[in-house]
Nanobody, 111 residues
Framework: QVHLAESGGGLVQPGGSLRLSCVAS????????LGWYRQAPGKEREVVAI???????RYDDSVQCRLTISRENSKSTVYLQMNSLKHEDTGVYYC?????WGQGTQVTVSS
């Protein structure tokens, strides 16, 4: 049974940084691509960044050059380093692996 647990969210001022983590269990982590998604208030969940099992990455245009997705297979963990945060980055961030979702972690960018 796949289980995903996100952490690292919080309240940060515009221009600040956060690092999100998502730990996976119940699956052979190195075989799978993973994605980070954001659900802003009143909006649908949307993809932010994806990393393949080989480490290839893709980003939504809105976060390009500010957010970095990475993975550490030995820890079954995927990270999202978030820099130069903006108000519009506010939302609940979820990781996704093999069509499974974690519970999400709240990121609030506010002065």
């Amino acid at each position: 049974q796949v289980h995903l647990a996100e952490s690292g969210g919080g309240l940060v001022q515009p221009g600040g940084s956060l690092r999100l983590s998502c730990v996976a269990s119940g699956i052979y982590f190195p075989d799978y691509a993973l994605g980070w998604y954001r659900q802003a208030p009143g909006k649908e969940r949307e993809v932010v960044a994806i990393i393949s099992n080989r480490g290839d990455t893709r980003y939504d245009d809105s976060v390009q050059c500010r957010l970095t997705i990475s993975r550490e297979n030995s820890k079954s963990t995927v990270y999202l380093q978030m820099n130069s945060l903006k108000h519009e980055d506010t939302g609940v961030y979820y990781c996704n692996l093999h069509s499974k979702w974690g519970q999400g972690t709240q990121v609030t960018v506010s002065s």
